[in-house]
């Protein structure tokens, strides 16, 4: 993930934007995703 899309994340999150919650939990799955698999929990 790039910096313009934290940068959106943490706007939305200012501005209380319910699709705050939808984008932030999309980028942690693309995190877990990542991971090696020895790394997930």
Do not use: G, K, Y
Request: no cysteine; aromatic share 0%; proline share 10%.
């Amino acid at each position: 993930m790039s910096l313009p899309q934290h940068l959106a994340i943490v706007e939305a999150i200012r501005r209380r934007d319910p699709a705050a919650e939808a984008a932030m939990r999309a980028r942690l799955r693309n995190v877990i995703d990542a991971l090696p698999e020895s790394s997930r929990p």
